[in-house]
């Protein structure tokens, strides 16, 4: 079983519109949890990092769910900028130098 | 704030032929660094990491192997290429100063084909 799991879509959701993506992980134990934005044969830049008790960045809303062990990110009034790819990572409480990487998630928002 | 440079961007090599990817680090000291290869449509893959000079931590046996000769270098080689070394190799930091030792930065990536 994959440490970390996301849809790999493509999300293909008009301008405006409200989209939601989910991550699972395996490992009950995980301590740290971020959402990276990957632009087409560019480097992963962190999004954000996502808190116990969920975080907001502008239209930007990221939440954990221990209980069930998943993570979401929730992206209101797309942009056409939006359009990437975002990478679901999480790291274990017994290694903080393991970053284990989602396959992403596809988005692609159209005018 | 740190900027990490990695060299070259792009790079074709026949199979069998040897490698050297470079990165290095600007505006932090003591960094965590970090080797990963991306596979076309995939997710990224821990090859290396490494808390200080000289010291190198494998998390895949393969033909692939990591030096850091200094603070702020972190070096990826090999002795001979195969053709599955294809890939996106992207260098990685944290414990950048003022961030969570948890939080990491990537440089712009190096673009390997071997044909």
């Known amino acids: 079983r994959k440490e970390v799991e996301q849809d790999p879509g493509p999300f293909n959701v008009p301008e405006g519109a409200t989209v939601a993506f989910n991550c699972t992980y395996s490992?009950?134990?995980?301590?740290?949890f971020f959402w990276y934005r990957q632009d087409c044969r560019k480097e992963p830049k962190l999004l954000m990092s996502v808190y116990s008790s969920g975080n907001e960045d502008g239209r930007f809303t990221a939440q954990l769910n221990r209980a069930s062990q998943y993570i979401s990110l929730l992206i209101r009034d797309s942009k056409l900028s939006d359009s990437a790819t975002y990478l679901c990572?999480?790291?274990?409480?017994?290694?903080?130098?393991?970053?284990?990487f989602g396959s992403g998630t596809k988005l692609n928002v159209k005018p | 704030s740190q900027t990490i440079h990695q060299w070259p961007a792009t790079l074709v090599q026949p199979v069998g032929s040897p490698l050297s990817l470079e990165c290095t680090v600007e505006g932090t000291s003591n960094p965590n660094l970090y080797w990963y290869r991306q596979a076309a449509g995939r997710g990224l893959q821990l090859l290396f990491y490494?808390?200080?000079?000289?010291?190198i931590s494998s998390e895949v046996p393969q033909n692939l192997s990591a030096s850091r000769p200094q603070d702020r270098q972190f070096i990826l080689s090999s002795k001979k290429l195969l053709l599955s070394d294809s890939g996106f190799y992207l260098c990685?930091?944290?414990?950048?100063?003022?961030?969570?030792?948890?939080?990491?930065?990537f440089g712009p990536g190096t673009r390997l084909t071997v044909l």
């Open positions: 490494s808390v200080g000079i000289g010291q």
């Open positions: 490992n009950s134990a995980s301590q740290s």
């Open positions: 990685a930091c944290t414990n950048v100063a003022g961030e969570s030792t948890d939080t990491q930065y």
């Open positions: 990572v999480v790291t274990p409480l017994y290694n903080f130098n393991k970053f284990y």
